[in-house]
């Protein structure tokens, strides 16, 4: 069974930065393009970012230039490094498969951007 581990989310001021890491269990990763998603409570989870296997990127407009997707197939991690955060970014952040995301999600990691 495929499983979605999220973690490296916490406080952070505005302008600040983060590292979130993704480990995905199971044959899953490194076939499948790789996305990034937020939700806020009462808002529909959005894609924040994507990553194909072979590491061709794309990111939702209000993100780009500040964010960062990467993988490493080896170890069927998937990273999203975060920079210049503003309140806007706060959000739980989650990882699945970027098309087709599968309906088991991971618990997700809580990313807080606040002075």
């Known amino acids: 069974q495929v499983q979605f581990v999220e973690s490296g989310g916490g406080l952070v001021q505005p302008g600040g930065s983060l590292r979130l890491s993704c480990e995905a269990s199971?044959?899953?990763?490194?076939?499948?393009?790789m996305g990034w998603y937020r939700q806020v409570p009462g808002k529909q989870r959005e894609l924040v970012a994507g990553?194909?296997?072979?590491?061709?990127?794309n990111y939702l407009d209000s993100v780009k230039g500040r964010f960062r997707v990467s993988r490493d197939n080896a170890k069927s991690t998937m990273y999203l490094q975060m920079n210049s955060l503003k309140p806007e970014d706060a959000a739980v952040y989650y990882c699945n498969r970027q098309y087709e995301p599968l309906e088991v999600w991971g618990q997700g990691t809580l990313v807080t951007v606040s002075s």
């Open positions: 199971g044959s899953i990763f490194n076939k499948y393009a």
């Open positions: 990553i194909l296997p072979g590491g061709y990127t």
